[in-house]
C-alpha cells in the first residue's frame, strides 16, 4: 500500500458503457495526477489538479471526464471508449504540483476496452 | 519536443553493478528523478537529482550531468528483487509536471 488508493484494479468495459476510476489519497498532499500507461511507451500526463482545481488537460479526448471534489478524491468518468484507450491508468499525488519530493503513485486501474 | 532517452531493457546477474543511462531534451530543466516499477505495481520514488552530481542512497546511485543533458542510476550489488522497470522523469519547469522516459526494464538473473 503506497498511501494512493485507485479502485478498481481491473477493469473490463464495453465501448457503450460508462465507468469511473476512483483514486484516494490521506497523505496531506494538494496536487493530483491521472496518466496513462500503455506498454512500451513513456507515462502519458492526463490531467493535473492542485488545489482542486484543473490546472492542465494534455489535449485528452472528451471521452474521458476527470473530477476532483477535493483534495484527496480524483475520479476519472469513462464514456464510449475504445479499444486502443486499454492501458493502465495510474493515479499519484504530490505536496504541491512543483513538488521536488517525488510523486506517489497508486498501483492502476487495468483497463481493457472490448 | 520534450523527450528522455533509455535503453529498453538490460540484464545482469545477481550481485553485479548496473548503469541505466537518460539522456533528454527538454525546454527547461529543473530535476531529474527515477522511480522503479514492478510488474503489476505501483512506481516508487527513487531518487531526485536537481544540481550536478552523485546522490547515493544505500544500494542505489543517481548521477546528473546538467551540461550533458544526462544522468544514470547506479545499482550496486544487484538482487533478484531488483528486477524492475526504471523510469527517469524531468521537471522542465518550475512548478510543472513530470515527463517520463519510456522505462528500463531490468533482468536480474540468478
Known amino acids: 500500500e503506497t498511501g494512493v488508493t485507485q479502485t478498481p484494479r481491473h477493469l473490463v468495459m464495453g465501448m457503450t458503457n460508462k465507468k469511473s476510476l476512483k483514486c484516494e489519497q490521506h497523505?496531506?498532499?494538494?496536487?493530483m495526477y491521472w496518466y496513462k500507461q500503455s506498454a512500451k511507451k513513456p507515462l502519458e500526463l492526463m490531467f493535473v489538479y492542485n488545489f482542486k482545481e484543473q490546472t492542465e488537460n494534455n489535449s485528452v479526448p472528451s471521452r474521458f471526464s476527470p473530477e476532483c471534489p477535493n483534495s484527496s478524491h480524483l475520479f476519472l468518468h469513462l464514456h464510449t471508449l475504445q479499444p486502443e484507450d486499454s492501458a493502465l491508468y495510474l493515479c499519484a499525488s504530490s505536496q504541491d504540483e512543483g513538488s521536488d519530493y517525488g510523486y506517489t503513485f497508486g498501483s492502476g486501474t487495468r483497463l481493457t476496452v472490448v | 519536443g520534450q523527450s528522455l532517452e533509455q535503453p529498453s531493457e538490460v540484464t545482469a546477474v545477481e550481485g553485479a553493478i548496473v548503469q541505466i543511462n537518460c539522456t533528454y531534451q527538454?525546454?527547461?530543466?529543473?530535476?531529474l528523478s527515477w522511480y522503479q516499477q514492478h510488474d503489476g505495481g505501483a512506481p516508487t520514488f527513487l531518487s531526485y537529482?536537481?544540481?550536478?552530481g552523485l546522490e547515493e542512497t544505500g544500494r542505489f546511485s543517481s548521477f546528473l550531468s546538467r551540461s550533458d543533458s544526462y544522468g544514470y542510476l547506479l545499482l550496486q550489488e544487484l538482487q533478484m528483487k531488483d528486477s524492475a522497470s526504471y523510469f527517469c522523469a524531468v521537471r522542465a519547469n518550475q512548478g510543472g509536471k513530470l515527463i517520463f522516459g519510456q522505462g528500463t526494464e531490468l533482468s536480474v538473473k540468478p
Open positions: 527538454t525546454s527547461g530543466f529543473y530535476g
Open positions: 537529482n536537481a544540481l550536478d
Open positions: 497523505l496531506g498532499h494538494n496536487a
